[in-house]
T-cell receptor, first 111, second 115 residues
Framework: DAKTTQPPSMDCAEGRAANLPCNHS???????VYWYRQIHSQGPQYIIH???NNETNEMASLIITEDRKSSTLILPHATLRDTAVYYC????????????FGSGTRLQVQP | KAGVTQTPRYLIKTRGQQVTLSCSPI?????VSWYQQTPGQGLQFLFE???????NKGNFPGRFSGRQFSNSRSEMNVSTLELGDSALYLC??????????????FGSGTQLSVL
């Protein structure tokens, strides 16, 4: 699975949009981009995933560049409860592959 | 619908002992995977079970083992505990096997401390 690079930490003001970048320049055509987050002392929580097109759900939006070498997770109106570590993961769509978590981005939402 | 349930939530053991952790997946989910999380190594994959069969295994010693029952509930066992086994152990369930386009649902984990 392709390697991902994320900034170690970011701050965001409450009520503003949080834009979390992820670089996956070695991604291949059949690899999905996944985002999970982990709030302190809890298990990771699925947020969103996509292959080529931008995706939106009730939690967030995922913007994938046309060349698929990077993506951005957008939390449209960040709240204090969005403070967490956010993991960007890429993995192939088939085959016996486990999820590989990197170091993630620690997002701190400030009041 | 109930989420993934892991028991116990906290556990304290001493070196050399063994421990068994339990995971009940979301109803209808047939895949259970286990992860170890430590401050130094982050989240690392241990193994995955689907329909009572181990499909994939991470790079951990043989002291770490697991099994899955016919009702999809899973247990993992660690024998001859070492101080370095102190970690948060997470299990995750999914509808199908870990083959790419599926979502994982995680439990809250079991915090194991080895003294």
């Amino acid at each position: 699975d392709a390697k991902t690079t994320q900034p170690p930490s970011m701050d965001c003001a409450e009520g503003r949009a949080a834009n979390l970048p992820c670089n996956h320049s070695t991604i291949s055509g059949n690899e999905y981009v996944y985002w999970y987050r982990q709030i302190h002392s809890q298990g990771p929580q699925y947020i969103i995933h996509g292959l080529k097109n931008n995706e939106t759900n009730e939690m967030a939006s995922l913007i994938i560049t046309e060349d698929r070498k990077s993506s951005t997770l957008i939390l449209p109106h960040a709240t204090l409860r969005d403070t967490a570590v956010y993991y960007c993961i890429v993995r192939v769509g088939t085959g016996r592959r486990a999820l590989t978590f990197g170091s993630g981005t620690r997002l701190q939402v400030q009041p | 619908k109930a989420g993934v349930t892991q028991t116990p939530r906290y556990l304290i053991k001493t070196r050399g002992q063994q421990v068994t952790l339990s995971c009940s997946p979301i109803s209808g989910h047939r895949s259970v995977s286990w992860y170890q999380q430590t401050p130094g190594q982050g989240l690392q994959f241990l193994f995955e079970y689907f329909s009572e069969t181990q499909r994939n295994k991470g790079n951990f010693p043989g002291r770490f083992s697991g099994r899955q029952f016919s009702n999809s509930r899973s247990e993992m066992n660690v024998s001859t505990l070492e101080l370095g086994d102190s970690a948060l152990y997470l299990c995750a369930s999914s509808l199908g096997p870990l083959e790419g386009n599926e979502k994982l649902f995680f439990g809250s984990g079991t915090q194991l401390s080895v003294l």
